[in-house]
């Protein structure tokens, strides 16, 4: 059995290419265009790991975390920021309001997988690779 991924980001081409490497490599992926429809994703859905942009319509991504971590039913799914804030102190920003993992946009395709995978148990891992790598490219 895989993992259930939630990814929540309102940019409908980052979006895209984040389902499709996830799908690519045998996860089930949950999607959401804004915080609010996260948060009732990941209440109703309790997907196995969560992959959430900062800067999103309705709720931003540190109002999602914050409510994930606040219940009790949600705050050990690992929840990882993947976002366009890359400046100095935007990390420990991120980590601080309770994010377990940061990644900068624009995503490495090659590593993405395999970097979300060091969050999830190894019985949740994917058990092959898809086709789905490239040469090093990246996008927003």
């Known amino acids: 059995m895989t993992a259930r991924i939630l990814i929540a980001e309102d940019h409908p081409h980052s979006l895209e290419l984040m389902r499709y490497l996830l799908q690519a490599h045998g996860y089930t992926v949950l999607t959401a265009v804004d915080g609010e429809l996260a948060l009732t994703l990941a209440r109703h859905e309790r997907p196995d790991l969560i992959v959430c942009d900062l800067q999103m319509p ?11 971590k606040r219940d009790e039913r949600l705050c050990h799914i690992p929840l990882i920021a993947v976002t366009a804030f890359s400046m100095i102190g935007d990390r420990e920003k991120v980590l601080a309001s309770g994010f377990d993992g940061y990644f900068s946009k624009p995503i490495e395709v090659e590593r993405f997988v395999a970097e979300l995978e060091q969050y999830l148990p190894p019985s949740l891992r ?15």
């Open 58 to 68: 309705k709720m931003n991504g540190y109002e999602v975390a914050f409510q994930i």
């Open 126 to 140: 994917a058990q092959s690779r898809g086709d789905a790598r490239s040469g090093g490219e990246t996008w927003p």
